[in-house]
């Protein structure tokens, strides 16, 4: 199925194919792409085949939403470990009575560690596949959550640490290149946002683990705590006997029967199988051949054309500014920002996480159903804008507390709010967004691998803030340290304006076509991307 430029749906009738006008761009622009709901005029769609289309339609995006979900389940561990280790630090700490920079490294060090499962993950994933790949994710996972679980000295919980930290270094870097490759293009950010609506679920079931269970001793707490977190990983197990294999993989290895067999289940009708399936094998044949067949996958990377340096800026970028906008220091450290807010009393303190976690899945949702509706653009503006605002009121707010210049009830109340505002922005843009546009702005030769540096950016920057949040406070206060975040935030708007193409509502293969329009600032409208398919 082509998808018609916006240029000739405004000519049809002025708004979409439900008679409404089309959704406006960023700052009132028209969007110059629509959505694959609007591609058929109303007569064409419903009953006239019986309701078959329909049904066949819904069919579909169903069983693309079933494996979504179990794709993303990887993403559940994730998000535990980030939240829960908020709270069980608290109780390690007391337990193995460990110092200041042990709590660093060991908060810090899983995503540095994870690096390692996502380089790993691109070239395992091309080798064995996607989806064998989120089984060994698992597997991985499950071992090193065991370890601490029973870990009897810090330096058992290291080793745990570093298996956990391998398997969520390869969950977290094939979630979203699996799910890109099997979602039709009107739909694709939507369901490549699920990994990070799992990862927030897991952060608030880690939130509420820490509360749950916080009422144990010490020495038993904390290790149920992270024990719990074993508990999603089994349900992969039976995920991989549902979710199919990524038909460009199985293009790229030469099956294309076996791609065209799932195509069939993930599209509407057989032309539109036989349509993707054509697109992908000339983009498979073009990555075999020609000047690319002469270099590596990291030949290419490491010496990149001006087409592909575009795309490495653009995904590895906002892989980076992601992090180092200081969301890890929020979700690791929220009790010690509400601490030193004024906050007492450590069950108040984890019930107040958990109002941080429910904002960050509540508004993920909100995401979710935007994505695809407003476009990436417009909500990167809004979530980068909003979290520099948060970021400095917070800032302000705590250095106000700590000089005494408001009244510490409004002190806390501030604090809370900024906290909770600055994770739902995160969570409504550059959270699933960031994700979303790393795993569908390469090329199929280079997507595994490149996601896989994309996800070592953003694991590499998150643990530098979470190992030097708290050395950053000693320095300079907590409010200095969210003075930076918030001028960090700040350069992440001018970034996503200057770099960050639209990429909703394209094929996986029409968005290579994006990075080459140089003379127009790597922007082309759908109907030139769709004339340019034709002619190649």
């Not at 029967?257 to 044949?285: G, P």
Request: glycine share 10%; with cysteine; proline share 4%.
């Amino acid at each position: 199925m082509m998808l018609p430029s916006a240029e000739l749906s405004a000519a049809s009738n002025g708004g979409g194919a439900n008679g409404l006008p089309t959704l406006p761009d960023f700052m009132g622009r028209k969007s110059k792409y629509v959505r694959m709901d609007d591609v058929l005029p109303p007569e064409q769609e419903g009953e006239d085949d019986g309701g078959v289309r329909v049904r066949e339609r819904q069919s579909s995006r169903r069983y693309v939403f079933a494996c979504s979900v179990f794709a993303s389940l990887n993403s559940v561990l994730l998000g535990y470990d980030v939240g829960v280790m908020s709270g069980c630090i608290l109780f390690i700490q007391r337990d193995l009575h460990i110092n200041e920079v042990q709590q660093e490294v060991l908060v810090g060090c899983l995503s540095f560690i994870s690096l390692l499962g996502s380089l790993a993950g691109g070239r395992t994933s091309d080798a064995i596949g996607r989806k064998w790949t989120i089984g060994l994710a698992a597997v991985v996972f499950q071992a090193g959550a065991a370890v601490m679980t029973f870990a009897p000295s810090f330096r058992v919980l290291m080793i745990g640490r570093l298996l956990a930290g391998i398997g969520i270094g390869f969950g977290v870097m094939i979630a979203p290149v699996y799910i890109a490759e099997i979602s039709p293009a009107a739909s694709r950010g939507s369901f490549t946002s699920f990994p990070e609506i799992f990862i927030n679920l897991g952060i608030l079931l880690g939130y509420i683990s820490n509360y749950a269970f916080s009422g144990l001793p010490d020495h038993i707490n904390w290790r149920v705590m992270l024990a719990v977190g074993i508990l999603p990983s089994v349900s992969i197990a039976f995920a991989l006997l549902v979710i199919p294999e990524s038909p460009r993989w199985l293009v790229m290895q030469g099956r294309a029967d076996e791609a065209r067999a799932v195509l069939l289940k993930v599209t509407d009708t057989d032309d539109e199988a036989k349509e993707r399936l054509a697109e992908i094998e000339a983009a498979a044949a073009t990555s075999a051949g020609g000047k690319y067949g002469e270099k590596t996958v990291w030949q290419e990377l490491s010496r990149p054309s001006p087409v592909i340096a575009r795309m490495l800026v653009t995904g590895l970028g906002i892989q980076c500014f992601q992090q180092i906008t200081g969301i890890d220091a929020l979700v690791y450290y929220s009790p010690t920002i509400f601490r030193d807010a004024g906050i007492t009393g450590e069950s108040r303190l984890l019930a107040a996480t958990v109002a941080v976690g429910f904002f960050k899945t509540a508004f993920i949702a909100l995401a979710i159903v935007l994505i695809d509706r407003v476009g990436r653009k417009p909500l990167l503006y809004v979530s980068t804008a909003g979290m520099t605002v948060c970021l400095a009121a917070l800032s302000a707010a705590l250095f106000m507390l700590a000089r005494g210049w408001v009244p510490r009830g409004a002190g806390v109340a501030v604090a809370i709010l900024t906290v909770c505002g600055d994770v739902a922005f995160f969570s409504v843009g550059i959270g699933p967004i960031c994700w979303v546009v790393s795993s569908e702005i390469f090329p199929l030769r280079l997507r595994a691998q490149a996601a896989a540096l994309g996800a070592v950016a953003n694991r590499v920057t998150s643990g530098a803030v979470a190992m030097s949040f708290l050395s950053v406070c000693r320095a300079i206060s907590v409010a200095g340290a969210f003075a930076a975040f918030a001028v960090v935030s700040a350069l992440s708007v001018v970034f996503v304006h200057k770099f960050v193409p639209e990429t909703s509502g394209k094929t996986l293969e029409q968005i290579e076509l994006l990075f080459g329009g140089g003379d127009r600032q790597g922007e082309l409208e759908l109907g030139d991307v769709e004339q340019l398919v034709r002619k190649g």
